[in-house]
């Protein structure tokens, strides 16, 4: 059974910093992961989709890579900004499943 | 595009009572889902979707009902509310081709608290 951990639950960090949000899945046999935002009293946000074949994927400030054999993706922030506070999400698609496991989530605190 | 699109936003039911909750995407995706979102854990999957007529359960699917006549529609149907089912409920869609493939898209979600 798949499951998904992120650590740590909250951080905290002065504007600028560059910060890695961590994401742990326990079966490898994955088809894609997909990062989410999640701004307070909001649905979620798509930020990154990584495919089971490759390795990362980027989209402005944001790196998502991907490591299926150590059961490891991390999210990469350059340049944090205030505007970045909400909570970071994960969500893992098995192979041979229509389903997505989730994360519990990083709230991430960029302070000005 | 709407994207997904939920209604209502927020609603209080007695134990009991019986309501359903709205979804509809114009993406023209087969798959769809519905989350629940307890506070400060992930989303658990009640139902799923991938294509009219074919529904699934999730992981936490007692107590709720859905149905999928069209590609566009997923209701989330509760039965008998209880406490248990105050929660934030999510959503969702995804295509099947394109790229990329299986990205989820969201709904601003539901907001029930169940008294």
């Known amino acids: 059974k798949q499951e998904v951990t992120q650590i740590p639950a909250a951080l905290s960090v002065p504007e600028g910093e560059n910060l890695v949000l961590n994401c742990s899945f326990t079966d490898s046999a994955i088809y894609n992961l997909q990062w989410f935002r999640q701004d307070p009293g909001k649905g979620l946000t798509s930020l990154l989709l990584?495919?089971?074949?490759?390795r990362e994927q980027t989209s402005g400030r944001l790196n998502a890579s991907l490591d299926k054999s150590s059961g490891r993706s991390t999210l990469y922030i350059a340049a944090s900004q205030p505007g970045d506070s909400a909570t970071y999400l994960c969500a893992v698609k098995s192979s041979g499943t229509y389903k997505y496991i989730f994360g519990t989530g990083t709230r991430l605190k960029v302070l000005a | 595009n709407a994207g997904v699109t939920q209604t209502p936003k927020f609603r209080i039911l007695k134990i009991g009572q019986s309501m359903t909750l709205q979804c509809t995407q114009d993406?023209?995706?087969?798959?769809m889902y519905w989350y629940r979102q307890d506070p400060g854990m992930g989303l658990k999957l009640i139902y799923y979707?991938?294509?009219?007529?074919?529904?699934d359960k999730g992981e936490v699917p007692n107590g709720y009902n859905v149905s999928r006549s069209t590609t566009e529609d997923f209701p989330l149907r509760l039965e008998l509310a209880a406490p248990s089912q105050t929660s934030v409920y999510f959503c969702a869609s995804s295509q099947t081709s394109g790229s990329p493939r299986n990205e989820q898209f969201f709904g601003p979600g539901t907001r029930l608290t169940v008294l």
């Open positions: 979707s991938v294509g009219a007529g074919i529904t």
């Open positions: 993406m023209n995706h087969n798959y």
């Open positions: 990584i495919q089971s074949s490759q």
